[in-house]
């Protein structure tokens, strides 16, 4: 078993994220952070670029997907082609603003996530780990297409939220979230966040976040980016049942080549990099509320524990102290 050092009132810094001091700052406090990302004349040329795409749900679900989805998303439609297009798309005019926001990241994911009208809303939830150390910070990129509001299914957040609870979330494991969803969303902690078209955010991928149905009369896009540290190693965890996630090795091809079916059955050509046990479990609403109210004292634990240096072996094996017996 690998040795843990304890938390401290002391404890050193993370490492940081963002080049500038006062996002860096608000993001270390809340999990997130709004930044203008793209000019209005991108927002239209990537808009009209977007348009031209031909995805097999035409960006309009209809028949129940495997997901039980009625928004779009690149990676939940059927057409690898598309999917490879939207990601390249997506990464020309994102490259540029990741270089200059974030401090050595890489893009790792890139999709578009488009409402219909009267529908596309999306559960309270944490974002899939997507690297070998579960407590690294890996970062999500939402910007809208056009100007959102709650009224067309903006992304709504939990504002400090991160890194209190650490839980491994895969397409058939079931949320810690799912039997609180209405509690949640009714207890006042739910941020939604309006935003000007280009305008987006950044937030870890641990903040508990969602939105609600699109319920204007015409569809909503936005892009969503993930990005990971540049030194680190992009996996992605299936859940075995029995116990134990296991870790394949899941760069930018990955998320082309396997579709979410091939994520619960898994492939015989995956590169797998070890497995960690499932210490997952369920909580409820007041406990949530507890670790809120709790959340500096916890994410202080999480940065004793995230500045202790590893070798490239324990990187790979290790598990926070909270998911250790």
Known sequence: MIEHCEASKSAPARRALLRDPAAQAEFVRNGFVTMPMLTPAEVTALATAAAALRPNDAFDPREPNFRLASYH??????????????FVLVRRFFAAYVERALIEFRIV???????????GAFDLHQNWPITTDLDETSLSIWCPLTDVSAHNGAIAVVPGSHKILPHVQSPDTPSYLREMQAELWASGLVETLSLQAGTGVIFDDGLIHGSSDNRSD?????????CVPTESTPVY?????DGRFEMARADVD???????????????????????????????????????ARGDELRQT????????????????????????
């Open 109 to 119: 994911q890139c999709n578009f996530y488009v409402k219909p009208p009267g529908r």
């Open 302 to 325: 999480s940065i004793a524990l995230e500045s202790r240096p590893r070798t490239g072996a324990q990187r790979t094996a290790w598990l926070p102290r909270w998911l250790q017996a």
């Open 237 to 241: 965890y299936r859940d075995l049942h």
């Open 73 to 86: 998303c690149s990676f939940l439609d059927g057409n690898r082609d598309y999917r490879r297009s939207a």
């Open 254 to 292: 990955f998320w082309f080549e396997n579709d979410v079916r091939d994520l619960i059955k898994g492939k015989p050509d995956w590169e797998i990099l070890g497995t960690v046990e499932n210490r997952n479990r369920p909580i409820g609403f007041e406990e949530l509320r507890d670790m809120l």
């Open 218 to 226: 015409t569809p909503r896009f936005a892009v969503q980016l993930i």
